[in-house]
């Protein structure tokens, strides 16, 4: 999946990286690899806090202009804009700004190209597998939960973690 939200980053990074000079050329590569880390690494906190619904939601909505207020997006976003400033030596306002104009597109395809069936690139299945760190993920039932039926896949696991915090 890493390899595949890599070759999608450097796709759309031309303004926000590649032609950025806020970011020396001889770093756009590890640049473009770390975004792409970031964006997988975001998604797995989200699915280990107990957020999996979120991340289905996200998949599940084909992206659009509301992709950028998405909080799972915006997380990312954040978590993007504070690695380039703190690897790449990019001021803060800078960072947001790239992170800001890179991320809603780059996720946008990702939803796209997932919910496509003539792009094998990005399945769900795989994606919510790889994010939750669980092969055996019952998919199925966690989108018919998502989109209004089903099961509850994660056997009481997401309300017992939103117990935890005081959700009930």
């Given at each position: 999946?890493?390899?595949q939200l890599i070759k999608l980053v450097e796709q759309n990074a031309g303004a926000a990286i590649i032609k950025n000079p806020a970011i020396p050329d001889q770093h756009n590569e590890a640049a473009i690899?770390?975004?792409a880390s970031q964006i997988v690494n975001g998604l797995k906190s989200h699915a280990t806090s107990g957020?999996?619904?979120q991340i289905v939601t996200l998949f599940k909505s084909g992206g659009g202009?509301?992709?950028a207020n998405n909080p799972v997006v915006s997380s990312i976003i954040t978590?993007?804009?504070g690695n380039l400033?703190?690897?790449f030596g990019v001021s803060p306002q800078a960072a947001q700004s790239m992170a800001s104009s890179l991320l809603p597109t780059v996720m946008n395809q990702l939803v796209s190209n997932t919910n496509n069936p003539a792009d094998s690139s990005f399945d769900l299945g795989g994606i919510l597998k790889t994010v939750s760190g669980n092969s055996s993920l019952d998919v199925g039932s966690l989108i018919g939960q998502v989109t209004g039926g089903g099961s509850n896949p994660l056997g009481g696991l997401g309300g017992m973690i939103g117990?935890?915090?005081g959700k009930k």
């Open positions: 999946m890493l390899d690899k770390d975004v957020n999996l619904q202009n509301a992709i978590s993007v804009a400033a703190s690897k117990g935890l915090f």
